[in-house]
């Protein structure tokens, strides 16, 4: 069973531009969640993804979006990058709640590492 | 406040030696704790999954342990390999399941 993919691996932008990152979850899975990693703050929550809805959200400037395509791939864009965003980008699939049980855990992809120089 | 602290921050111990990690967290109500290890440049990797009702749970040559009445959690590493050298991260999840709650995670170091 793939797990949780994520590309690209790594990723080099300058300040200014855009970027779009893709997660495809593991098969089955509907909710697709997205964090952003970094050596002073730790994992942070960007955003939950349900059938295509984002079902919550943390708190990240409008500048960090995403979307959820109805095979539940899932895409987070960042525009008018800072270079504070330079982090690694994790996103982690799961099963919808009412089907797992509660011992049930999260899996995450290997991340993007996002350079912004 | 984190509502998921975690120490040590991090740790450097000789291969062959047992260790122990704490997680101390406040998020209430409470539905499950779960650790993971995360190598350099990885994702996040579980190890061990427990609701609030589990006293313990062990994967291999770790053991996870939870008391719900003092909030805390502790995470053991037995016989450690150098393949062990990761940071290992707490988290907390109320029945709110989305709503994630991740400790800052402590640096494993083992030396040969």
């Known amino acids: 069973k793939a797990g949780v993919t994520q590309t690209p691996r790594y990723l080099i932008k300058t300040r200014g531009q855009q970027v779009t990152l893709s997660c495809s979850p593991i098969?089955?899975?509907?909710?697709v969640s997205w964090y952003q990693q970094t050596p002073g703050q730790g994992l942070q929550f960007l955003f939950e993804?349900?059938?295509?809805?984002?079902?919550n959200k943390g708190n990240f400037p409008g500048r960090f979006s995403g979307r959820q395509f109805s095979n539940s791939r899932s895409e987070m864009n960042v525009s008018t990058l800072e270079l504070g965003d330079s982090a690694l980008y994790l996103c982690a699939s799961s099963m919808t709640q009412t089907k797992r049980p509660p011992n049930y855990g999260y899996t995450f992809g290997s991340g993007t590492r996002l350079t912004v120089v | 406040k984190n509502q998921v602290e975690q120490s040590p921050q991090s740790l450097i111990i000789l291969e062959g030696k047992n260790c122990t990690l704490q997680c101390n967290y406040t998020v209430s109500p409470f539905s499950n704790l779960r650790w993971y290890k995360q190598d350099t440049g990885r994702g996040p990797v579980s190890l061990t999954i427990?609701?609030?009702?589990?006293n313990t749970k062990s994967n291999g040559r770790y053991t996870a342990t939870l008391d719900a009445d003092t909030k805390q959690s502790s995470l053991h590493i037995t016989a450690s390999q150098l393949s062990d050298s990761a940071s290992y991260i707490c988290v907390v999840s109320p029945p709110s399941d989305y709503k994630l709650s991740f400790g800052a995670g402590t640096t494993v170091t083992v030396r040969a």
């Open positions: 427990m609701t609030f009702s589990e």
């Open positions: 098969s089955g899975h509907r909710s």
């Open positions: 993804y349900f059938s295509e809805t984002q079902r």
